[in-house]
Antibody
Framework: QLQLQESGPGLVKPSETLSLTCSVS???????WGWIRQPPGKGLEWIAS???????YYDPSLESRVTTSVDTSKNQFSLRLSSVTAADTAVYYC???????????????????WGQGTTVTVSS | EVVITQSPATLSVSPGETATLSCRTS??????LAWYQQKPGQAPRLLIY???TRATGVPARFSGSGSGTEFTLTISSLQSEDFAVYYC??????????FGPGTKVDIK
């Protein structure tokens, strides 16, 4: 059974770079993956989607600060968010994007597996 | 710019009753909409994709409907475990996504 586990520092200083890794177990990393965050007491925010080849798509409001990467040898994918401020304080989730692809194109089946989430606080 | 609204913000329902949650998107989308449930302290859980298809293991009391710009999540015969926050998500430009602000279903 596929499981996702986020890891990374729980405290990041303002203006520094937030770095998180999601470890994939129980299945191949050959899929689409995503990063979602949730500020305290607020709703869900999509940050990025990344294919196992490394191709990535970012939320336009964060695009200038976000980079993602995939390490297929370790079955991991990562998120880096630079120049963080208090507004980046949130629970960060990694997710699998369930999909299929055939001659008609992509069919999406939702974010079907979520990590437990990791809390990142931006503070000096 | 994608705009999603969910109404009401909070819905108070008695156990056993039916809850009807609304999600309105702009501009027009087809059936590229999913619903998620989130309980306090937990990660969200996928309920519905394609506007009306239940995800694996989701009870039949959860049903989704709608197309275009207006979508509905109906929870029939509410159980105690259904009191949670529900988010809709549009994916017309997959794999780019937008979430709605959420509807909290609480006990009346």
């Amino acid at each position: 059974q596929l499981q996702l586990q986020e890891s990374g520092p729980g405290l990041v200083k303002p203006s520094e770079t937030l770095s998180l890794t999601c470890s994939v177990s129980g299945d191949s990393i050959s899929s689409y993956w995503g990063w979602i965050r949730q500020p305290p007491g607020k709703g869900l925010e999509w940050i990025a989607s990344v294919y196992y080849t490394g191709r990535a798509y970012y939320d336009p409001s964060l695009e200038s600060r976000v980079t993602t990467s995939v390490d297929t040898s370790k079955n991991q994918f990562s998120l880096r968010l630079s120049s963080v401020t208090a507004a980046d304080t949130a629970v960060y989730y990694c997710v699998r994007l369930a999909y299929s692809y055939d001659s008609r194109g992509y069919t999406y089946y939702g974010m079907d597996v979520w990590g437990q989430g990791t809390t990142v606080t931006v503070s000096s | 710019e994608v705009v999603i609204t969910q109404s009401p913000a909070t819905l108070s329902v008695s156990p056993g009753e039916t809850a009807t949650l609304s999600c309105r998107t702009s501009p027009t989308f087809s059936s590229n909409l999913a619903w998620y449930q989130q309980k306090p302290g937990q990660a969200p859980r996928l309920l519905i994709y394609g506007a009306s298809t239940r995800a694996t293991g989701v009870p039949a009391r959860f049903s989704g409907s709608g197309s275009g710009t207006e979508f509905t999540l109906t929870i029939s015969s509410l159980q105690s475990e259904d009191f949670a926050v529900y988010y809709c998500q549009q994916y017309n430009n997959w794999p780019l996504f937008t979430f709605g602000p959420g509807t909290k279903v609480d006990i009346k």
